[in-house]
């Protein structure tokens, strides 16, 4: 999911067990999926076979996708999430519908990945840690690259706004056999002049054997919507349609979380 320039985000606490990270993430991940189909749908020009996503962490959009009949690309820089998301694949049988490659947001693109797919997807907030606008326009100028004409890019982000926000706490279940995990994770907002939101997390896992905790924290980069359509409007890319998680249009609002559908 990051962005950094060494070839591993491992070193990073909520990435370091990829099992764990997919058993936290995969509850709701059924409903997400149908939110970016709907919301794809709104401005999709043609076929809607072949998807691709981007910053893929562990592989579990890419595997349900695949596992509903469509093909499915999906790169991140951590070796040790491609490598369990292909591991993952071949267990649930889906392994000739969904492929993984190591990537950088920013300069993944593939002579084979020209023009070749229909949609891709970048969910909750895994865009925003690019951390410049030059790291932006270079990442939808690759998935401009990438996409077919009349493809479409559905980007899940949260808008800020500046100086109204407080500081937040959210908690993550996910079980999966006799494994739980509890995710707590506090945002901190941006301080004045700034805009880079703190995210600071605690994992507890807990199985037959034991409980243990990870502890990290990581850099968001905000955007207030005038910023963010700025942004596109200097991109090789236009905004097509926003939409609430469920895929509905709808017009954004600051602070809140949209799906906007990029052309």
Known sequence: MNNRDND???????????????????????????????????????????????????????????????????????????????????????????????????????RKDLAAYDVAVNPINSIRHLATDAAMLDHLRAVRRALRPGGVYVVGLSLCAFGMEEETEDVWRGRRGRTSVTQVIQYLPPRAGSRVER????????????????????????????????????SAMRLGAVADSMGRPVEPTEPGYFLFVLC
């Not at 099992?19 to 936290?24: H, K, N, P, S, T």
């Not at 962490?57 to 292909?86: H, N, Q, T």
């Not at 037959?208 to 409007?233: C, F, K, T, V």
């Open 199 to 234: 995210a600071v997390s605690h994992l507890t896992v807990r199985t037959p054997n034991g409980e243990r905790h990870l502890d990290s924290a990581y850099d968001l980069r905000g955007y207030n919507l005038a910023q963010w359509e700025r942004l596109i409007g200097r």
């Open 8 to 110: 591993t985000a491992d070193d990073n606490a909520l990435y370091a067990d990829p099992e764990v990270y997919d058993i936290l993430h995969e509850p709701g991940t059924a409903a997400e999926l149908r939110g970016l189909e709907r919301a794809a749908l709104l401005c999709l020009n043609g076929k809607n076979q072949r998807w691709i996503e981007p910053a893929c962490g562990s592989g579990r959009l890419v595997r349900l996708v695949a596992g509903r009949g469509r093909f499915c690309a999906g790169f991140d820089l951590s070796r040790a999430m491609i490598r369990y998301a292909k591991r993952a694949a071949e267990a649930e049988g889906v392994a000739d519908r969904a492929e993984f490659f190591v990537g950088d947001m920013r300069n993944f693109g593939r």
